[in-house]
């Protein structure tokens, strides 16, 4: 599973005063993608709570690019940051685009595996680590300074 994205609808309750999207439905939608991609490689929430472990995260990051509007419908997609052996702790990224297929936005994400009966970190599945190494790699960019 090189390319995990999905196309997600805006709707209106995703959308602030101004018109556009509001910023944490940005995080919103990179927190859908990530469970429909556990889903995908069969980690749904049954499994998880049969396993009873769940992802957790300690950071979570978006640069916002150029704005969503009410009619856009967005593409986004998963990829590989820096993700231990064992994927235990992990980096993943997600990059937002517009129906015309510019870039609106990138979050990056790092997270762990939490045993939820003990509340302390674990290591997942090999399944489940094999899944996060087959993701395509990416990168976080950073803004370059320009000349005003």
């Known amino acids: 599973m090189k390319n995990f994205e999905k196309k997600i609808e805006v709707r209106w309750a995703d ?34 709570q049969d396993l009873n472990i769940g992802p957790i995260l300690f950071k979570e990051e978006c640069s916002f690019i150029k704005e969503i509007l009410p009619s856009d419908t967005v593409l986004v997609n998963i990829l590989k940051g820096e993700v231990s052996d064992n994927a235990a702790r992990w980096v993943l990224h997600h990059e937002m685009f517009n129906g015309s297929g510019e870039k609106c936005a990138q979050i990056s994400i790092k997270g762990a595996w939490m045993d ?27 803004y370059k300074k320009t000349k005003q």
Do not use: W
Not at 124 to 135: D, G, M, N, R, T
């Open 15 to 48: 959308c602030d005063p101004n018109r556009h999207l509001r910023h944490s439905a940005y995080y919103d939608y990179g927190g859908h993608l990530r469970i429909k991609f556990f889903e995908q490689v069969g980690f749904d929430s049954a499994k998880m």
């Open 116 to 142: 939820l009966s003990l509340r302390k970190l674990t290591i997942p599945p090999v399944e489940l680590a094999s899944a996060f190494h087959a993701l395509e790699e990416g990168e976080y960019f950073t």
